[in-house]
């Protein structure tokens, strides 16, 4: 069974702390992405990554930064974490192939930064 | 760009009733179409997908969507819905030849009462 996990369901943090987000797939999918998923707004877009070492800003990269050193592995930063990044984090992977493969996402994580 | 709008935030609907989620896109160029399902503290997970073929696309759990290409609609509709329905839908769009990255509307929560 293809399976993205994040290293964390529930996250509580402090204003101007360094936060990271891990995300692992066991697939071997080349894309992997990360978004925000806020009441009202849907999925935003944060970074995606379509290689290894190779990375790419979303719609609102602004507060975060990636890596990407192993294909399976996807980590989110949030270098000094503020009250409005409080919010749900989903980590997803697809295959190399194009825009008609369907993502496979992780359970998410509900980041609180107080 | 493709964009994609689901009319409504929020269906609220009877058990064994039936169900219609709108979703229309925008897109100058021939599209991909995908419905996701998120459940309570859940990922997301794919329902079903248009790629090409027969317009009528049937998914999990008893779901189906029509693709109807001049209305650019992709609505999803279930015959009778379960509470265990009760959960956030997203359409999404990808352009043909375009990007992986699909365009995801804000979703629409369907409430099912018992």
């Known amino acids: 069974d293809v399976k993205v996990t994040q290293s964390s369901r529930y996250l509580v943090k402090r204003t101007g702390e360094k936060v990271f987000l891990e995300c692992v797939q066991d697939?071997?999918?080349?894309?992997m992405f990360w978004y925000r998923q806020d009441p009202g707004l849907g999925l935003r877009l944060i970074y995606f990554?379509?290689?290894?070492?190779?990375?790419e800003k979303g719609d609102i990269p602004e507060g975060y930064s990636v890596s990407r050193e192993k294909k399976e592995r996807f980590s989110l930063i949030l270098e000094s974490a503020s009250t409005n990044q409080t919010s749900m984090y989903l980590c997803?992977?697809?295959?190399?192939?194009?825009?008609?493969?369907?993502?496979?996402f992780g359970p998410g994580t509900r980041l609180t930064v107080l | 760009a493709q964009s994609v709008t689901q009319l409504d935030s929020q269906v609220p609907v009877f058990e064994e009733a039936p169900v219609e989620l709108r979703c229309n896109y925008s897109s100058s160029v021939s599209v991909y179409l995908f419905w996701y399902v998120q459940y309570p503290n859940q990922g997301l997970q794919l329902l079903l997908k248009y790629l090409s073929g027969s317009t009528l696309v049937k998914g999990i759990n008893g779901f189906e969507a029509e693709f109807n290409k001049s209305q650019t609609s992709f609505h999803l509709r279930k015959p009778s819905v379960h509470i265990s329905d009760t959960a956030e839908y997203f359409c999404a769009v990808g352009v043909v030849g375009g990007s992986y990255i699909p365009t995801f509307g804000r979703g629409t929560s369907l409430i099912v009462h018992p």
């Open positions: 997803a992977s697809s295959l190399a192939g194009g825009p008609g493969d369907e993502q496979f």
């Open positions: 697939m071997d999918h080349e894309n």
């Open positions: 990554s379509y290689d290894v070492k190779m990375k």
